[in-house]
Structures are given as C-alpha cells and as structure tokens.
C-alpha cells in the first residue's frame, strides 16, 4: 500500500509570507495522482492542487505551486503571500491510476500539516 | 463547481440506536462514492467505497455489518452506523468521483456524529 508522510505537524508563517509544506510518498506506480487539500475550521475539504505523476510540469495554482520530485518521492507545497484565510490543515494525498479491487481510486491520506498565519 | 452535499451535519443519539447519513451528489452523477472517517486532529481514513448498484468495498477492520453502505442511485449513497456506541463518535465524510472526470474527488461537508 502507498504511504504519505507529512513531517511537519505544525508550521507557522507570517502574512504575506511565503511557506512551504512538505510531503513524500512512497510507491511503486509510475503513474498516480497527487493532492493537496485544505481543511479549514469548517473541516470542509477543498481542493488546493492536483498534480499528475507523468506531467514533469510543476502545478500551480495562483499563490499556491507545488514542487514535485518524482525520483525522490517528493511533492511539497509553497503558499506564497500568505494570507490569514489560508490558516487550516492541509493533506497531501495519493491516488493510484489503476482502480485496484478495494479501495477503487481513493485517496491515501497523509496525517495533516497544521499552518498557522500570523498577522 | 461540483457540490457533494451531506445531511444531517450533525446528529447526536443514544447508544444502541441507528442512524442514516445521506450523501448526495448535487449536480453530477458519481460512478464512485468514498466513506470517511476523521477524529479529532488526525486525517482521513478510507472505510468503504461504494460503486452504484453493486456492495459496497470496506477497508480491512471496518465491520460492514455495523456501517452498512447503499448506493442506490448515480448522485446517492447512504452510510448506516447501526447499534451506534459512544466509540463510534467520530466526524464523517464521504467524497463523490464525477463520472468520466476519474482524478478528481468532491468532498461533502462532513457529518459529526455523538453518541451518548
């Protein structure tokens, strides 16, 4: 099974800061899907930035860019110009792109980076 | 966008009780439904996947006769906690897969269940 591994249980960055989350996985695909999402107060998930493995573009999304390492398994998010709505926790996720017979093409979670912004 | 939709947000029972959790795909047929769940300050954990008109898949460890799933249409499934117990409080979410969109998910808003 692929594993997510957020290190950073918590990061703290001023407004209008740039931070950066990291994340790596651990797989034997070559071809999956990568996620950033956001999960607010509200504990309603959003969509930050998807990212697929064969593309070698990194995403981006307005003030939020990814930097993907395919060799190195690594998949970290920049939030640039930080702004105090952007406090929440944040999951990186997996998603194979084969449907396996369990878990068809659900997302393998990691454990969560809570930011906090500061004025 | 695509808006996945979940009632009751929030509900609190007795123990031995059962109760039902709506998820709803709103303007868009799911092929493909997910279960969550998530407790306090930890991530999300997959239960079950449930595909329209077949069972529903649950991970290892999840008791499918307690959380019973029924898909019954492209744009609902129903998650089932039956004979709830104060350990199974926890924050329910399920996530919807467009039907030929396969990458991307859409989350609901989550449903809090208490059991007392």
């Known amino acids: 099974a692929q594993t997510v591994t957020q290190s950073q249980p918590e990061m703290s960055v001023q407004e209008a800061e740039t931070v950066t989350l990291s994340c790596t996985y651990d797989t034997s695909e070559s071809d999956y899907y990568l996620f950033w999402y956001k999960q607010p107060p509200s504990r309603q998930m959003i969509l930050v930035i998807r990212?697929?493995?064969?593309?070698?573009q990194n995403a981006t999304e307005n003030r939020f860019s990814v930097n993907f390492q395919k060799a190195a398994k690594s998949f970290s998010l920049k939030i640039s110009d930080s702004q105090l709505g952007d406090a929440a926790m944040y999951f990186c996720?997996?998603?194979?792109?084969?449907?396996?017979?369990?878990?068809?093409?659900?997302?393998?979670f990691g454990k969560g980076t809570s930011l906090l912004v500061t004025p | 966008g695509a808006v996945v939709s979940q009632h009751p947000s929030w509900v609190i029972c007795k123990s031995g009780t059962s109760v039902k959790i709506e998820c709803r795909s709103l303007d868009f047929q799911a092929t493909t439904m997910f279960w969550y769940r998530q407790f306090p300050k930890q991530s999300l954990m997959l239960m079950a996947t449930?595909?329209?008109?077949?069972?529903?898949?649950?991970e290892q460890g999840v008791e499918k006769d307690k959380f019973l799933i029924n898909h019954a249409s492209l744009t609902l499934s129903t998650l089932t906690v039956t004979s709830a117990h104060p350990e199974d409080s926890s924050f329910y979410i399920c996530s919807a897969r467009e039907r030929g969109q396969g990458e991307t998910q859409y989350f609901g808003p989550g449903t809090r269940l208490l059991v007392l």
């Open positions: 449930s595909n329209e008109g077949s069972k529903a898949t649950y």
């Open positions: 996720a997996y998603r194979s792109e084969r449907s396996n017979s369990n878990s068809g093409y659900a997302l393998n």
């Open positions: 990212q697929e493995a064969y593309k070698q």
